[in-house]
């Protein structure tokens, strides 16, 4: 996260030399100068504090989505653990019905050995033969298949045991982050209030019209809109300002703005005026 610039603390009065126009009274324009420093220094102030709710927003912002990604990262090492214990479940009684059909194969088998000592007749006892032959392959068939289910088993019953696994360790872990989460948010809840109740104090020191006209930049400009004059641009939208626009910003009479951007500028003297080319 990116550090928040400190509030210009060369603003101070005692900094600055008034720089009156030439055309305006001396008394009246230095009053007026001082008062305008005032104003600029109580929306640095105010900014520096809205800049810190926006912030401490974001952060409580993410809270939400954070929590449900641990929740769905919990959930489906859990679901994995589920579909391991089923594939499991789904073998064993793949095994039990191959089981069932070898044992009905072999009652098959002693019923046609019965029929055999029965007959008299030579065909009918060459057709039995052929009929046991079938079924001593179908229950090798089966047999072979029963075999390639036990090495199934196997494989599923260890995945089931890491399913389990990893279905308790991400349930330990989430706990964990999500407790972790929540102190978090109470933290940031509490440390929001506070610079919420500052900066309401913060607000109501600046003069109605200037504030909402802040106010309505912030929000449309996201967080820096008080910003000074460097080097002949503006220190927000960084465009060349006028030399208008910079001469009455230094002589700090009213609110001045970028002529491009909308912000409110501000000079101090330890601000270039020099253009960069
Ligand atoms: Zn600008």
Redesign the pocket.
Known sequence: MSALPPVASSLQLETFSPLPAPQIDLTGGAAKFRAMLEAIEKLLILQDRDRHIMHVRAQLGQVEPERAMLHSKAASTQAGFEAAKLRGKQIESEKKRLELDVEAKKTQIEKYANQQLQTRKNEEYKALAHEIETCKGDIARIEDQEIELMEQAEVAAKQVVAAQQAANEAKKIVESQIAEIAAREQNLKKELAQYEADRDKLAAAVDEGTRSRYERLFKNKGGMVI?GVQHG???????K?QMQLIVSAQAQQEIV???????I?YYTRDMDLAVKD
């Open positions: 910003v641009v503006c220190g927000g939208c960084h465009m300002l703005t970028c002529s491009n951007c909308g912000r500028l």
